[in-house]
């Protein structure tokens, strides 16, 4: 009798632990990160959007805390990927532009995501696209033991969900870390060149009238760096091929932009089907993220690269299925590539390499009320591919306003009055009224470059 009074006591005690699954009392959580590529922050409809429909990531965001001012750390692969896997900002790490798979590039010295948790004693697996510096085959730097699935194929997305069922049945009773990295709605890059997706197919785009509206931010705005148009043409109209789209053709693209997110959205489903199907759902935490957005026909602007709001802005919820998290949004700012580490440290107790930087966001799950930012900075290089043109570029973010600024061009700064100006149409920058606003963000933007050894000079 005794003894069943104190196993009830045990579960009793477990539905009060918020990362603490009764079946699970005595185990560490599970970390699962599903990430997406090029997805923009508003491309869901929980945040909002009634032109497409993602039923898998609203429920993320229906059991945990989805944040609203979440900030990739470039808005590039392969720098917001090495960001996101070393907790360092790319200027940091070195990885400032997309790099080819080749051993030897990764310092030695930079423990990778991977590596961090497995060094804790947690099994760990990669999934999907990689996009990183550093060989698949090099288990020993990244740290990830089950790797799949990471080569460009047909339906490589459509695979991933079945590759992540087997890690984690094979590792449903030991703590674990997985990475689900999605390649869409990347696809988007192929259609914008009328040509063959890599991972899915679609329908032709129906006319205009009947795709989703063009966003009020659409057409360029006034006073911006000339800088960002010149590098257009120089990358060309591979990368950019919008330069010469009409609205009818924008309007198409926004379509055709929505059901590739729904695409990956239905695999995302599959994935959390297999936590649930293994008996490991309500003793996981899940991060929805993505490596960065994508211009989605704001400011008249495809891809990504640029600092604006679409490209740089992306999805960040938290969530755990078990109902340990009140569900809500939080516009505390966040970057993916350098706070993910720091929180997935925090969740399991795996020890935290020093010298990471990023905000440990378990500590705001659990404590609404504490604010561990109030300013962000996030970085640019304007690349062809692998090639770098030398165009750099630094935003400095706060709650109201975010700061640009490029290190070339006549015009190199603009400032926006996000609260009231969320497409970042008007250019403060040119504004007498905001001198004041402007000097104290080109200041701040010095003082921290100064204070985190970031070599970017802006000449001003």
């Not at 979440?70 to 997309?98: D, H």
């Not at 890059?189 to 032709?204: F, G, P």
């Amino acid at each position: 009798m005794k003894i069943k009074k104190h196993l009830l006591l045990l579960c009793l005690l477990g539905l009060n632990m918020p990362w603490v699954s009764v079946a699970q009392t005595n185990s560490r959580p599970n970390i699962l990160i599903i990430m997406t590529d090029q997805q923009t922050a508003d491309a869901m409809s929980i945040a909002g959007n009634k032109n497409l429909h993602t039923p898998a990531m609203d429920k993320l965001a229906q059991n945990g805390v989805r944040f609203t001012k979440a900030y990739c750390a470039q808005p590039l692969c392969s720098p917001s990927r090495a960001a996101i896997m070393s907790g360092k900002m790319p200027f940091e790490n070195g990885f400032i532009g997309n790099a080819p798979v080749k051993d030897g590039q990764w310092p030695e010295d930079l423990l990778m995501m991977g590596k961090i948790f497995q060094n804790g004693d947690y099994k760990t697996g990669y999934v999907g696209k990689w996009h990183l510096p550093v060989p698949t085959t090099k288990k020993s730097q990244h740290g990830f033991e089950y790797i799949e699935n990471t080569d460009f194929l047909d339906y490589n997305d459509a695979a991933t969900p079945s590759f992540c069922a087997r890690f984690i049945k094979e590792n449903k009773n030991n703590p674990f870390l997985l990475v689900a990295s999605f390649l869409n709605p990347h696809d988007i890059c192929e259609w914008a060149r009328d040509e063959d997706l890599k991972m899915d197919v679609l329908e032709d785009a129906p006319p205009a009238d009947q795709c989703p509206p063009l966003p009020a931010n659409w057409q360029i705005p006034a006073h911006e760096p000339k800088i960002v148009r010149d590098q257009q043409k120089i990358v060309g109209l591979r990368t950019y091929p919008s330069v010469n789209y009409t609205p009818e053709k924008w309007r198409q693209y926004r379509w055709a932009y929505n059901r590739l997110v729904e695409k990956v959205d239905n695999y995302i489903e599959m994935v959390l089907a297999s936590l649930k199907k293994y008996g490991v759902e309500k003793n996981t935490i899940i991060i929805f993220t993505a490596d960065h957005g994508d211009g989605n026909a704001g400011h008249s602007w495809n891809q990504k690269q640029i600092l604006y709001e679409e490209a740089a802005k992306i999805p960040f919820i938290i969530s755990k299925m078990d109902g340990s998290i009140t569900p809500r949004t939080d516009d505390m700012l966040v970057c993916n590539g350098i706070d993910i580490i720091p929180t997935i440290c925090g969740f399991t107790g795996v020890p935290k390499p020093t010298y990471l930087k990023g905000i440990d966001l378990s500590k705001k799950i659990t404590n609404p009320e504490l604010q561990l930012r109030d300013t962000l900075v996030i970085e640019t290089d304007f690349a062809d591919n692998e090639d770098l043109l030398g165009i750099s570029g630094r935003a400095v973010i706060t709650k109201d306003f975010k700061y640009i600024v490029y290190n070339k061009g006549e015009i190199k700064e603009q400032l926006f009055d996000l609260t009231n100006d969320p497409g970042e149409i008007n250019n403060l920058a040119v504004n007498k009224s905001y001198k004041k606003q402007l000097v104290a963000m080109r200041n701040y933007l010095k003082q921290w470059c100064k204070k985190n050894g970031d070599t970017f000079d802006s000449g001003l």
